[in-house]
């Protein structure tokens, strides 16, 4: 069924504590023209990752002081789910004091949404996650 | 022959001393192994007596067991030892920090002297070993055959000192701990401001208003950054213009320039000013052509008693520069300078725009 619809909403996981940046995550997400599934904190995020297969994006805000550090869970999710893409966002970092997992894509906060949003077309669009999604 | 020399008026000994020769005359002697005093060496009596006239807190220790002799200065210092333990073995002394105590002995005794700074004690004042810091001189004390017989030991307790200093060390790593935090949950906020102006103004026709507000904060939290690695005090110019332009694409700009720090007034106005001029030139000058670059040169010279700072942003490589036909806030914005209050020259020309502010290097770098 996704092959006939080009335009499928495919899920985006969104992790993030702050409300108001979830609220804006979310609106982000559907910018970009995907579906927004939320989780407010790591832990949520791996069992959501668990039950939603279809789920090929990850937005994650680094910055959760109750969640185990953000960045080893990030490196997790790579380690399990290797055709999820990952687009990670922090204050308590810089790009080059983080270092990402393979084909992880930072940007330090205050984020600049547009970039957010091309970024997630842009790794949306790449042939490898589109081979290895589930199928239906 | 029991005490002659403690009765004899005419030399007494010892002859001065406070309340310690009161205790040491006080002693009996006769079954103590140096004997009675008129009869000790004379460096030995020389010695006791130069340590209990002097203000300043010192020591003796004499012979194999080390017999200790000390000063009415150093006694508030020895707590329950002080005066019982006048005239004993160095070994009843400080047994509780024999092991550390021995291998000073040994040295001075070998004929050197030892001097430590700051050295970490636990001497037992009052019935527990308690953590204390003294600075402290051990020097041999040679009898008349030439050969080292005794320790003389100078000393001076440091312990509210060393304490002080730790505190304070504490108290900077907390302090710098606490500025990273709060630099931190300044730009975590500068994000909520981002999402609540995104979310507020979403059905705005003029998005491209809403983006330039979000990329103008950017540009602020880039200056916060630059600033928090020197708490905020001082930063880098090289190190700013580098942080305000990173997201435009760092081949596109040459920057040059000494070694200035500015303060964080200007490092704010001129991450904003920066910012607008980078902006402009992606939307209308240099950076719009492929092979456009933007020069951004610093000097300072001296003129009379006062440095200035200049700095250029020249555009080559674009289309030729036009005059806006209107000055908005992002024009406001740049005529604003490096200080804030102007210095600055627009030049459009055909080759593309050169500005140049200048400003007295005192303000610049003030807070």
Redo the contacts between chains.
Sequence with gaps: MGQSQPLKRWPVLIVEDEPILRIDAISMVEDAGFEAVEAMSSADAVTLLEERLDIRLVYMDLDMPRSRKGIEIAAAIRKRWPPIEIILTAAYFTRESVSLPERAEFYPKPIDRFEIVDAMRRLMERPIAEAEAPAT | MTDPALSDPHHPFPAVGGGCAETLRAIDWTDHPLGDPIRWPAPLKTAVQIVLASGFPMMVHWGPELFTFYNDAYAPSLGRKHPGHMGQPARAWWSEMWNQLTPVFDQVLAGKTVFVENGRYTPDRDGVPKEAFFTHSHSPIWDVDGRVAGIFLVVTETTSEVVAKRDRDVANAQQLLLNEELA??I??T???????A??TL?KVEDQEAV?SF??R??AL?AAH?VLTRDQWSSAGLGDVAKGALA?FGEDRFVLSGPDVIIGPRATLSLSLMLHELATNAAKYGALTAPDGKVAVSWTVTGDGDKDMLCLSWSERGGPPAIEPARKGFGSRLIRMGLTGSGGVTLSYGPEGLTVEATAPLYQVQEA
């Design positions: 931190h949950r730009k975590n500068l994000s909520v401001v981002q999402a609540l995104q979310q979403n983006r979000g990329k904060l950017t939290a950054d997201t």
